[in-house]
């Protein structure tokens, strides 16, 4: 782990690009309607060019997949479950349950692969795209599972719902990606350098996107269902994700990895899943708008942590 100074130098023009993204979102600049249609491209072309170049030609045997798999997807099925259980004791409605739910699962993908980028190198995005492959289809799934639970879609947005899962840009660009390193094919020719070449645009226009995407007017609403998110989230689960780290004796670039992916804020298109499938939108907002400004602080902490 770098020292502390470079945690910060590392991850400071993250933040910075998310608040440049957040201004050009207040400013409504260059215009309404075209963040949504980058945000398109983002998502279904340059983050999954981003995420096949580094899994096709990446070397995956040198990542523990099965102690980081034990790490994240054991903890995040233990506090699906604590969530579940709590469920009665928080007196939430249907909605706003599973706004919660997600917030204190989902991860910030944008952030997570840039942050390991700009703290390990390559050997971070490696470790990082093996950490996306594993989460991705696993959180999905909880989420969706969790408004079937819940009670908040009927039918017709069920089959909808399990479409979308099975078209998921991520999850097919994980599954390509490692079908074409398994099969030792990679990326011949010029493929690698177009793909990856895509790729690098991924990750800086996604961080803007995230600040674009904010909500500063959802800061005005704390109430029981923010804090419970909130508090999983960033404290909860990175503390139960390192205490699993340490007890499985991962690597420091894997520790480093498992962490920070742990104490990421939410995914902003937790929102977009609230609206579709009967969350509580506002209630959504409030949470990814807070998560991602206050993790800006308790990021950099915990990767501190480390140091001791």
Known sequence: MAEGGSI?????PLFLLIL????????????VRFWPQLEKIIYFVLFPAMLVSTLATADVASVPIGRLALTLLGTLSALALLLWAMRGWLHLEAAAFT?????ALRFNTYVGVAGAAALHGSAGATTAAVAVALMVPVINVMCVASFVAAGTLGKASMRKSIAALAQNPLILACLLGIGLNLSGIGLPGWSQDTVTLLGR?????GLVAVGVALRPTALLRLDKGVVVSNSVKLLLLPALVLAMAWLLGLDAVTRDVALLFAA????TSAYILARQLGGDGELMAA???GQTLLAMLTLPLW???LMG
């Open 303 to 305: 990767l501190q942590l």
């Open 201 to 205: 645009a991924a990750l800086p226009l």
């Open 8 to 12: 910060i130098g590392a991850l400071g």
């Open 99 to 103: 706004s919660v739910f997600q917030g």
């Open 20 to 31: 440049l993204g957040a201004l050009f979102g207040y400013w409504r600049w260059p215009d």
């Open 287 to 289: 949470i990814i708008t």
């Open 264 to 267: 990421l804020p939410t995914a």
